[in-house]
T-cell receptor, first 116, second 110 residues
Framework: DTAVSQTPKYLVTQMGNDKSIKCEQNLGHDTMYWYKQDSKKFLKIMFSYNNKELIINETVPNRFSPKSPDKAHLNLHINSLELGDSAVYFC???????????????FGQGTRLTVV | GQQLNQSPQSMFIQEGEDVSMNCTSSSIFNTWLWYKQDPGEGPVLLIALYKAGELTSNGRLTAQFGITRKDSFLNISASIPSDVGIYFCAGQLYTDKLIFGTGTRLQVFP
């Protein structure tokens, strides 16, 4: 069974469109995250939710809106897609937020978003 | 945003060789993590370090939490082809967000 699953794995779309990426974790974790990995493979956190509440909101354009219907799901909706949004987006989860001894964050396989 | 510097940026080595990489920060952390990312996959945790000076092993991998709390090191002994991938360090201060390093790409030739 996949611990953190994201859909879709690949997403190709035109500029200006609105798209969503879904994430589900079956680990019973309280905290979920969205990370963005650019073409140089730099990984940066975008959002963090703990028990459906927004904890971390990095400097991300407000075209990006996370939604957590329950603690096992964290979806990412992106409005008015731009070329610069092309990247791999990773969902992750951890137990009770990060910090010893539960520091491990489990990552999904990623969603490769290409905006044309 | 803050990023940790990893070196080397890439390594091309022969199977059986040992590998060393490091990660440095301008600020201190109290947790250091090492992740590996295979092509087309998400990062997977290899080793977690929670104490300055700590040395921890996981099979052929050994990582150390630098005594200054501003650096960490990862060694891989007797590399094999499946060690290929990108290795990321990540640092954390208390329960703040994880800051990831710039990555070290490892290529192993048979």
């Amino acid at each position: 069974d996949t611990a953190v699953s994201q859909t879709p794995k690949y997403l190709v779309t035109q500029m200006g469109n609105d798209k969503s990426i879904k994430c589900e974790q079956n680990l019973g974790h309280d905290t979920m995250y969205w990370y963005k990995q650019d073409s140089k493979k730099f990984l940066k956190i975008m959002f963090s939710y703990n028990n459906k509440e927004l904890i971390i909101n990095e400097t991300v354009p407000n075209r990006f809106s996370p939604k957590s219907p329950d603690k096992a799901h964290l979806n990412l909706h992106i409005n008015s897609l731009e070329l610069g949004d092309s990247a791999v987006y990773f969902c992750a989860s951890s137990q009770e937020g990060l910090g010893p001894p539960n520091t491990e964050a489990f990552f999904g396989q990623g969603t490769r978003l290409t905006v044309v | 945003g803050q990023q940790l510097n990893q070196s080397p940026q890439s390594m091309f080595i022969q199977e059986g060789e040992d590998v060393s990489m490091n990660c440095t920060s301008s600020s201190i952390f109290n947790t250091w993590l090492w992740y590996k990312q295979d092509p087309g996959e998400g990062p997977v945790l290899l080793i977690a370090l929670y104490k300055a000076g700590e040395l921890t092993s996981n099979g052929r991998l050994t990582a150390q939490f630098g005594i200054t709390r501003k650096d960490s090191f990862l060694n891989i002994s007797a590399s094999i082809p499946s060690d290929v991938g990108i290795y990321f360090c990540a640092g954390q201060l208390y329960t703040d967000k994880l800051i990831f390093g710039t990555g070290t790409r490892l290529q192993v030739f048979p």
